[in-house]
């Protein structure tokens, strides 16, 4: 799939979880229990912010809860090739921390398997009638990202071309003006865009490390691997790294044999630090398993499974904001 059906599947994987709460209105508490991974990643990570505007009356500029802006410029919105015209509706997820790459489903990997520490990551889309706007712009969108750091960010497109429905970012389709490379100006990252879905603010994490491969076994798992926000599958690992700079959740989903998946090979830095995550939510009952790691040379990990609850969960990742 190309990026236009990874803005499908974020918007059906929404669709279909509000229509199954809706169903079950009339049987069940309205508070649910969470019975599968896929139920957690929609309930409790990055929540969909939604605004309205009119076509009509661009450019104007959205701010979104996590100080994001975002400006649709004149021209910058068309259906089928055809300007849009009066009230739209906009669609966003922010993700800034390692928790909420974590709690979403997603993750810091570049297409090439190389983990990258994150300066930002949002969604962004745009229907008219209830129907996605064309999300190759006409003109490009105007975006503001807050950081905190000095120096330059990269700037990536989110994919879902590598292994099936799994997640990754690349290099955007280039648009006149854009830029790939932009540095912070007064403690934001300002560029234009040329698509709407994702889009991601990222550096390459521990580039000068001789890198390795790295093996892990998941023991007493109930589950299968996860696709992207756990679409498909319950399980997710990630390597997470050590310090509150290194904003890195790397998913690794490359399988290795039966329970077991790896990173992509000759990809994970040699001598950096960090925490092996693994979580599963299957059939009402929470599974969890953590171990901190130094990366060595062609390492092997066996990550075993014990169950949990909710809350316990829920603070585990919370948790990985501050490790």
């Known amino acids: 799939m190309k990026k236009q059906s990874l803005l499908a599947a974020v918007i059906a994987g929404t669709s279909l979880l509000f229509a199954s709460c809706m169903k079950n209105d009339s049987t069940e508490p309205q508070n649910n229990p969470i019975r599968n991974t896929r139920a957690f990643t929609e309930k409790l990570g990055p929540q969909k912010q939604t605004f309205t505007i009119n076509a009509s009356e661009l450019p104007r500029t959205i701010t979104l809860a996590g100080g994001t802006k975002i400006t649709f410029p004149v021209g910058s919105l068309a259906k089928n090739g055809t300007p849009v015209t009066g009230q739209v509706s906009i669609e966003a997820f922010e993700l800034f921390k390692r928790a909420d790459f ?99 603010c990222d550096v ?71 925490r092996l995550f693994s979580f599963c939510i299957k059939e009402g009952k929470f599974y969890f398993a953590k171990k901190d790691i130094t990366i060595t040379a062609n390492q092997s990990e066996t990550l075993t499974l014990e169950e949990t609850t909710q809350a316990a969960l829920q603070a585990e990742i919370t948790a990985l904001d501050t490790f």
């Open 102 to 200: 974590v709690s979403f489903g997603a993750n810091t990997n570049h297409i090439s398997g190389a983990p990258l520490k994150s300066d930002g990551s949002i969604f962004v889309d745009v229907k008219s009638n209830g129907q996605s706007v064309d999300a190759q712009l006409q003109v490009p969108i105007h975006v503001e990202v807050p950081t905190s750091r000095d120096g330059f960010t990269q700037i990536w497109a989110g994919t879902d071309t590598v292994q099936g429905n799994q997640f990754a970012w690349q290099a955007p389709r280039q648009a006149a003006g854009q830029a790939q490379e932009v540095k912070v100006n007064a403690q934001k990252f300002i560029f234009d865009f040329g698509n709407l879905g994702w889009i991601n």
């Open 204 to 274: 390459f994490w521990a580039m000068v490390n001789p890198k390795t491969t790295i093996h892990i076994t998941v023991l007493n798992n109930p589950g299968t691997m996860a696709s992207f926000r756990a679409f498909a599958g319950e399980t997710f690992v990630f390597f997470v790294a050590k310090g509150k700079n290194d904003n890195v959740a790397a998913q690794l989903y490359t399988p290795d044999g039966p329970g077991k998946v790896k990173s992509y090979d000759n990809m994970m830095p040699v001598g950096a630090t960090g």
